[in-house]
T-cell receptor, first 116, second 118 residues
């Protein structure tokens, strides 16, 4: 079955360490997104990528970095510069514009990152 | 930039009754799309219903329907015959184009936690 896989489900890191969250999709979607979810704040966009080798900052990109070397993969690195990294991170993908105006985002199951 | 506001942090409803979750949005776009997502305790985001802004007819998906009031920029979700499995966080979202290359993003509200009372 097609879908989005995020791993690991839970991740623990010490403060000052960089950590990379994995996101893989086999939906053949061009667009991929990273959202951060905090209690009471909904989902906020960190980075997005419309095509391979291209990505753009979202609303809260500071302290994060991404790469898009393959269509299927969009890893997110939480760097030591991110002041409040503990959160729930969701990866999503969608088909490109022209693929149907009401195409929804497909989400992974998320990664809970705890930094102490 | 678009904003989405959900003014009800928590709601509860008796099983089998009907509940309405509120959502308002603000956008400068003439063409946009609205969505309701459900997030159960598993934290998986599940699409509930979607609406094209240019369509006057309200979308319906089984027990879920929306009341789309374009002039008031309101997009409420009605759940009929509530079931225990409907208990979840519900997020309202709007889609906007954010670049000349057709890049898009969803802007989410802060969510409403729905509790179903047996």
């Amino acid at each position: 079955d097609g879908g989005i896989t995020q791993s690991p489900k839970y991740l623990f890191r010490k403060e000052g360490q960089n950590v990379t969250l994995s996101c893989e999709q086999n939906l053949n979607h061009d667009a991929m997104y990273w959202y951060r979810q905090d209690p009471g704040q909904g989902l906020r966009l960190i980075y997005y990528s419309q095509i391979v080798n291209d990505f753009q900052k979202g609303d809260i990109a500071e302290g994060y970095s991404v790469s898009r070397e393959k269509k299927e993969s969009f890893p997110l690195t939480v760097t030591s510069a991110q002041k409040n990294p503990t959160a729930f991170y969701l990866c999503a993908s969608s088909s490109p514009p022209g693929g149907g105006a009401l195409r929804p985002l497909h989400f992974g199951n998320g990664t809970r990152l705890t930094v102490t | 930039a678009q904003t989405v506001t959900q003014s009800q942090p928590e709601m509860s409803v008796q099983e089998a009754e009907t509940v309405t979750l509120s959502c308002t949005y603000d956008t400068s776009e003439s063409d946009y799309y609205l969505f309701w997502y459900k997030q159960p305790p598993s934290r998986q985001m599940i699409l509930v219903i979607r609406q094209e802004a240019y369509k006057q007819q309200n979308a319906t998906e089984n027990r879920f329907s929306v009341n789309f009031q374009k002039a008031a920029k309101s997009f409420s979700l009605k759940i009929s015959d509530s079931q225990l499995g409907d208990a979840a966080m519900y997020f309202c979202a709007s889609r906007e184009v954010i670049s000349n290359f057709g890049n898009e993003k969803l802007t989410f509200g802060t969510g409403t936690r729905l509790t179903i009372i047996p």
